[in-house]
């Protein structure tokens, strides 16, 4: 399902996946409503990796090179796109300091991959915040789903990930506010007549 403003086939989207049926399932799926390129290894997503990609879906365990080196190696590049883990091991606490807007755990699905890809382009829209909001509140979610309440309350890094999100939800509630209230201020000054 695509946003009304947004033609997603103007969209393009880089799997990256050493396995090379996952990665040829993966970009099948996404060739449905996205421009895609596959690449079958670090290397490979590495070449292909330019200013034309709005996201990448990219492996974590692939021989010779990492997916955290490659996301690494991407985040260096300053290049302007969205990056999704997608993953068979589990997430741990050093997901924290990795520069990635969303995490998927294998097996993943059709709709799993759709809807990351949706909620990527949907960031767009959002400031630098807003963005760095959204992948924080990410990894927190994600390692709440994997991690028990004991184990979460033991970790600095979860402890630290917590107070930065509620950080920038405040700064965004205030940002949400203060629009409200110039919003409010800008109808009642239509209100009244103008002298012209």
Same mark, same amino acid.
């Given at each position: 399902m695509?946003?009304? =403003?947004? =033609?997603?086939?103007? &969209? !393009? %989207?880089l %799997?990256?996946?050493? $396995?090379?049926?996952?990665?040829?399932?993966?970009?099948?799926?996404?060739?449905? /409503?996205?421009?895609?390129?596959?690449?079958?290894?670090?290397?490979?997503?590495?070449?292909?990796?330019?200013?034309? *990609?709005?996201?990448?879906f990219?492996?974590?365990? @692939?021989?010779?090179?990492?997916?955290?080196?490659?996301?690494?190696?991407?985040?260096?590049?300053?290049?302007?796109?969205?990056?999704?883990?997608? !993953?068979?091991?589990?997430?741990?606490?050093?997901?924290?300091? @990795?520069?990635?807007?969303?995490? *998927? !755990?294998?097996?993943? @699905?059709?709709?799993?991959?759709?809807?990351?890809?949706?909620? @990527?382009?949907?960031?767009?829209?959002?400031? $630098?915040r807003?963005? $760095?909001?959204? #992948?924080?509140? #990410? +990894? +927190?979610?994600?390692? /709440?789903?994997? +991690?028990?309440?004991?184990? *979460?309350?033991? #970790?600095?890094?979860?402890?630290?990930?917590?107070?930065?999100?509620?950080? *920038?939800?405040?700064?965004?509630?205030?940002?949400? #506010?203060?629009?409200?209230?110039? &919003?409010?201020?800008? !109808?009642?000054f239509?209100?009244?007549?103008?002298?012209?």
């Amino acid at each position: 399902m695509t946003t009304p =403003n947004r =033609n997603s086939e103007d &969209e !393009t %989207v880089l %799997v990256v996946d050493d $396995e090379r049926d996952i990665a040829d399932l993966y970009s099948t799926w996404l060739a449905e /409503e996205y421009e895609v390129r596959t690449a079958y290894g670090p290397h490979e997503a590495l070449e292909q990796a330019d200013g034309e *990609l709005d996201i990448v879906f990219l492996d974590r365990q @692939m021989p010779e090179m990492n997916g955290d080196e490659v996301l690494e190696a991407l985040r260096e590049r300053q290049l302007d796109c969205r990056v999704v883990m997608v !993953t068979a091991v589990d997430p741990d606490f050093d997901i924290v300091e @990795m520069a990635f807007d969303d995490y *998927l !755990t294998k097996p993943v @699905m059709l709709d799993d991959l759709h809807g990351a890809a949706e909620r @990527m382009l949907d960031r767009e829209s959002y400031d $630098e915040r807003m963005q $760095e909001f959204f #992948s924080l509140a #990410s +990894k +927190k979610a994600t390692l /709440e789903a994997e +991690k028990d309440f004991v184990e *979460l309350q033991d #970790s600095e890094e979860y402890e630290r990930l917590e107070s930065d999100v509620e950080h *920038l939800r405040e700064e965004a509630d205030r940002t949400v #506010s203060d629009l409200s209230e110039a &919003e409010d201020f800008e !109808t009642l000054f239509q209100e009244f007549p103008g002298d012209a």
